[in-house]
């Protein structure tokens, strides 16, 4: 899926994430370890990659940029830990392997969540100093608008009201822009604030971040439709089994993929101040729109 350019920057996170996160030999050691159960082992860290990328091409150090993007892994994992639990998706499987509140009890996954979620914040501050202060401030303000209550949780919350009912196409839209494609477009704006980006390069970013946000959206629904749990990783079906409306259901497979494809057009249009150098970008967002789990 990642060019040479892209898995420089994967490995870069697998190799910071366990540092950041806090140690586990200490009187807190269960949600310590929970914390690395849910962050360290498996996921396609498509959001601390195009953070590093976006950071990249706007001039930025990248090292510098990795707690960042560590914090945004945190985020999102800390989401997927809320989001298995009984009382939201109830999913007993993530990444293949039993979910946070399967493997440490409800109790202690909801303290994970919680756990992640904060530690994010404390990651960036702890480790910014090479950072201009209005960029951490800038980078640090977009990352919690967009996990909160107008970004994320928001989201989280319209899909919960939505359970069962039908809703329209431009609901769903919404409610999608901000579950899950918040923090994706969160990601390329704050790569592109920390790489020291012009309005016009982080523009461009914002509009990456929101294209590419709903096309891999609309692939999900369709995977959850169409492919098999053991190439997942989860469970499959979980939309239909909770009265979900969903791109599939409101518009059918074949009009699905191609609403999927004219997303992923326009994220790849966003990309042409960059020129040849967003190549990588390119392939990233062609790949997902024809990925398989």
């Not at 994967?10 to 949600?31: G, K």
């Not at 923090?183 to 604030?193: D, F, H, S």
Request: aromatic share 6%.
């Amino acid at each position: 899926m990642y060019t040479a350019q892209l898995k420089a920057h994967l490995q870069a996170v697998e190799q910071a994430l366990p540092v950041y996160l806090p140690q586990i030999d200490r009187p807190w050691e269960t949600v310590a370890d929970g914390m690395h159960y849910a962050c360290t082992d498996g996921g396609k860290r498509l959001r601390p990659v195009l953070l590093l990328e976006f950071c990249r091409l706007c001039g930025g150090d990248i090292k510098a940029a990795l707690p960042f993007a560590c914090a945004i892994e945190m985020i999102h994992a800390y989401s997927l830990v809320h989001d298995d639990m009984p009382c939201m998706d109830n999913s007993p499987l993530r990444r293949g392997k039993p979910a946070v509140h399967k493997q440490y009890g409800e109790d202690m996954a909801l303290l994970v969540g919680d756990g992640l979620l904060t530690y994010a914040f404390e990651t960036i501050l702890s480790h910014a100093a090479t950072v201009p202060a209005d960029r951490v401030l800038s980078a640090t303000l977009e990352l919690a608008q967009s996990a909160g209550v107008e970004g994320m949780v928001g989201g989280q919350t319209i899909d919960l009201q939505s359970e069962g009912h039908t809703i329209t196409i431009e609901q769903l839209n919404t409610l999608q822009s901000l579950k899950t494609g918040a923090l994706l477009k969160a990601a390329c704006v704050m790569g592109a604030i920390l790489g020291g980006a012009s309005a016009q390069q982080k523009d461009a970013a914002e509009m990456f971040g929101k294209e590419l946000g709903r096309a891999f959206q609309i692939v999900d629904d369709i995977l959850d439709a169409t492919a098999d749990a053991a190439t997942l990783g989860k469970p499959v079906g979980a939309d239909a089994a909770a009265e979900k409306s969903t791109y599939v259901t409101l518009l059918g497979l074949d009009e699905a993929r191609k609403t999927a494809q004219k997303h992923t057009e326009a994220a790849l249009s966003a990309l042409d101040i960059f020129g040849d150098d967003a190549a990588s970008l390119r392939q990233l967002a062609q790949t997902l729109q024809d990925r398989c789990y």
